[in-house]
């Protein structure tokens, strides 16, 4: 990708609201896990987000920093814990999220992991350097500053730890054919920081990361068309993701994801 310019970045700007606010806090309360995405996407055995979880994991094991020392890993924002669920037996992991419902499930999902109600943003618990692997799944765009939060990433990582993060893609392929209040990507209201990749890239770089990869995850926000029934979409549009899932790859173009992938590594 090209480099973007102070100038051009402001072009690039997605259309959730900008960084001068705060999210929407009476939001984050236990139904928020029963209301916007999570509603109307099943989160049983076999199900996207089931996927999801095992390719995400796949990922992280694959590019986290390797060494026989014990690697610690945060994920900001842990949700249902899931993912640390799956990594606990790999990594000496922490999750934190600020739902009392997240951190009940992630007890039960993720037995051996420290879970705790708090601030994600918060990482005064941990030293420079004292982290292997920081995760964020879908969480960077509820901050108010996520430059300054990559910023605190950083300190916190050891030379060659990864942060691997998971946002909207706001300027994405299919996005023209949908209604930008109500999609996947607008009806979160807690939605106040969606910007196109380069804008994250230059962010990464500007602090030091090294970027190595930025994908998308498929078009599987259907319908985009009319009059085709909606799981003959999911199914059309949603096989590419399914490959790149089931091969544990990353050959999905940013354009072609709803949300982007990243995985970026401190030198």
């Known amino acids: 990708m090209?480099?973007?310019t102070l100038l051009t970045?402001?072009?690039?700007?997605?259309?959730?609201?900008?960084?001068?606010?705060?999210?929407?806090?009476?939001?984050?309360?236990?139904e928020y896990f029963d209301k916007w995405n999570y509603a109307d996407r099943p989160l049983g055995k076999y199900s996207m987000y089931w996927f999801a979880r095992r390719y995400f994991a796949a990922l992280i094991?694959?590019?986290?920093?390797?060494?026989?020392?014990?690697?610690?890993?945060?994920?900001?924002?842990?949700?249902?814990?899931?993912?640390?669920?799956?990594l606990q037996d790999d990594?000496?992991?922490t999750g934190v999220d600020?739902?009392?419902?997240?951190?009940?499930?992630?007890?039960?999902?993720?037995?051996?992991?420290?879970?705790?109600?708090?601030?994600?943003?918060?990482?005064?618990?941990f030293a420079d350097g004292d982290l292997s692997v920081v995760v964020a799944l879908h969480l960077v765009e509820h901050l108010p500053d996520p430059q300054q939060t990559i910023r605190d990433i950083y300190a916190k990582l050891q030379s060659g730890g990864l942060f691997f993060f998971a946002t909207p893609h706001p300027e994405?392929?299919?996005?023209?054919?949908?209604?930008?209040?109500?999609?996947?990507?607008?009806?979160?209201?807690?939605?106040?920081n969606c910007h196109v990749p380069q804008v994250?890239?230059?962010?990464?770089?500007?602090?030091?990361?090294?970027?190595?990869?930025?994908?998308?995850?498929?078009?599987?926000?259907v319908p985009y068309l009319p009059l085709i029934p909606k799981t003959l979409q999911f199914a059309l549009f949603?096989?590419?993701?399914?490959?790149?899932?089931?091969?544990?790859?990353?050959?999905?173009?940013?354009s072609l994801g709803v949300n982007q992938i990243n995985i970026v590594r401190k030198p």
């Open 238 to 254: 949603g096989l590419p993701a399914f490959l790149q899932v089931a091969t544990q790859t990353t050959f999905m173009p940013l």
């Open 98 to 125: 600020m739902i009392p419902r997240a951190i009940e499930a992630t007890h039960k999902n993720a037995p051996k992991v420290e879970a705790y109600m708090g601030d994600a943003t918060d990482f005064s618990r």
């Open 2 to 4: 090209l480099p973007v």
């Open 200 to 221: 994250w890239q230059q962010w990464c770089e500007d602090t030091g990361f090294t970027v190595i990869k930025q994908f998308g995850d498929g078009l599987w926000d």
């Open 61 to 86: 094991r694959r590019y986290a920093p390797q060494g026989d020392k014990q690697r610690k890993l945060y994920e900001m924002g842990c949700g249902l814990g899931d993912l640390l669920g799956l």
């Open 172 to 192: 994405y392929s299919l996005r023209r054919f949908k209604d930008r209040d109500t999609d996947a990507i607008g009806k979160d209201k807690t939605h106040i």
């Open 91 to 93: 990594f000496a992991c």
């Open 9 to 30: 970045m402001n072009l690039l700007i997605g259309d959730c609201k900008t960084m001068t606010q705060q999210a929407p806090a009476e939001h984050y309360t236990d």
